[in-house]
């Protein structure tokens, strides 16, 4: 079972960063994808942003150029780097993983494995 726990949220004002991170209860992040999902008061849980065991990227349109995935296998962290924070990030974040070989994917359903979540909130 893999277990993941995200931190790194907090309160920040519009235009500032926060770097989000997920630790994995598990060797070795290398085999895995890996995704950040979000979800605003009031609406569906959306992908944010994933990442493939061989690196590839895929990113919400919403946060293209402005957040950045990347992973430490060796460390089994996984981050989100988000910068110019606007008052419509505000979320809770997840963390997610597949543990088998997968295109690079926002979809929830192709995630078994789920953290508690992080909160952001970006004020005006």
């Known amino acids: 079972q893999v277990q993941l726990v995200e931190s790194g949220g907090g309160s920040v004002q519009d235009g500032g960063s926060l770097r989000l991170s997920c630790t994995a209860s598990?060797?070795?992040?290398?085999?895995?994808?890996m995704a950040w999902f979000r979800q605003a008061p009031g609406k569906d849980r959306e992908g944010v942003a994933c990442?493939?065991?061989?690196?590839?990227?895929s990113y919400a349109d919403s946060v293209l150029g402005r957040f950045a995935i990347s992973r430490d296998n060796a460390k089994t962290i996984l981050y989100l780097q988000m910068n110019s924070l606007e008052p419509k990030d505000t979320a809770m974040y997840y963390c997610?993983?597949?543990?088998?070989?997968?295109?690079?994917?926002?979809?929830?359903?192709?995630?078994?494995?789920w953290g508690q979540g992080t909160q952001v909130a970006v004020s005006s």
């Open positions: 997610a993983a597949n543990d088998r070989w997968m295109n690079p994917s926002l979809l929830e359903n192709r995630y078994p494995y």
């Open positions: 598990i060797g070795t992040l290398s085999p895995f994808t």
């Open positions: 990442i493939t065991a061989s690196g590839r990227t």
